[in-house]
């Protein structure tokens, strides 16, 4: 992400996916608004950031405003509010090691009020921490924001791709949730060449992949490739260069681990089974290292401009 920076606002996810928001969802809530639990998204709106600043204070941004406990709670374990009236000692705020967000004074960890995540439930403090269901995603700092292909963001323009079946299937439709999608005009039988590029426009990290099928149309597998300058590119290696020069070999290709193995060999569909795997393929009588789940054969670390092939066993 551009700014990973541990104080910079961000967007609060709870452990239910639903993201936090002053109950007045507006940068000038009053004094005593509470913190409550809300669907809507992109939860990356100016109303829904906060910061945790070097000393631990919770802040909500565009008001500047702190963050701490009401008191009293009306029975209700610790609601959670924006006020300027908050003491500075009771806006300290830490993350733990598991994710929670823990209140330094009380030691109690934020959660939501009954726990059952629903639109509009408080957001309280509670005595249990750690735990799945009291983890708290800066959103920001552990770079799960949407980088833009749903909210437009990155525009039309950045979206191209090797071929397009029609104008009903551009490459600008390929987003998530959209109206429509992008469909490749493959040359032949195989789409396998077939690509979508999308230019970030400056150096990004990325973290997760989502993709989604149109209709019947469905994309039941495909490789990730990025590159710096729209020139050189890598493949995506999910352990790394360090594993790729000690992968797997079969057919004059390299596999990343052993559980690539069935899909390499027979597409993206493949399910990984490595006996099966190893039965079937040496039945063939073939002897590719591939499916010899002790023995692995490495490979040659690879650049785009090389096309390193591994030798049979």
Not at 175 to 199: F, T, V
Not at 217 to 235: A, R
Request: include cysteine; charged fraction near 25%; aromatic fraction near 8%.
């Amino acid at each position: 992400m551009a700014d990973t920076q541990p104080a910079a606002p961000t967007p609060l996810l709870q452990a239910s996916g639903m993201c936090i928001k002053p109950q007045q969802g507006n940068c000038r809530p009053q004094d005593g608004t509470i913190l409550v639990l809300t669907q809507i998204k992109p939860c990356d709106q100016p109303f829904m950031q906060f910061s945790l600043s070097a000393d631990g204070t919770l802040k909500h941004h565009c008001s500047g405003r702190p963050v701490c406990p009401r008191k009293p709670a009306r029975g209700k374990n610790c609601e959670l509010m924006i006020s300027s009236k908050c003491q500075p000692q009771d806006s300290k705020f830490e993350r733990t090691a598991a994710h929670s967000l823990r209140h330094k004074p009380t030691g109690m960890c934020v959660h939501l009020y009954g726990g059952n995540p629903r639109e509009g439930v408080e957001v309280c403090l509670w005595q249990g921490c750690d735990e799945d269901r009291t983890k708290v995603t800066f959103m920001k700092q552990d770079c799960v924001l949407s980088l833009g292909m749903s909210t437009g963001i990155i525009a039309d323009k950045q979206i191209t791709a090797s071929s397009t079946l029609s104008d009903e299937w551009l490459p600008k439709y390929a987003r998530l949730n959209g109206p429509k999608a992008w469909c490749g005009k493959p040359s032949d039988k195989s789409d396998k060449d077939e690509y979508l590029q999308i230019d970030l426009g400056k150096v990004q990290m990325i973290t997760r992949v989502t993709m989604q099928g149109y209709e019947w149309d469905l994309v039941e597998g495909f490789y990730l490739w990025y590159s710096e300058d729209g020139k050189m590119w890598t493949e995506y290696s999910e352990g790394g260069d360090e594993q790729e020069a000690d992968s797997f070999c079969h057919l004059g290709k390299c596999a990343d681990s052993l559980d690539t193995q069935c899909s390499d060999l027979w597409g993206g569909t493949a399910r990984s089974a490595e006996k099966a795997c190893w039965d079937k393929y040496n039945s063939r009588r073939t002897q590719y290292g591939t499916c010899d789940a002790t023995r692995p054969r490495p490979c040659a670390k690879r650049s785009s401009m090389e096309n390193t092939k591994c030798k049979n066993v």
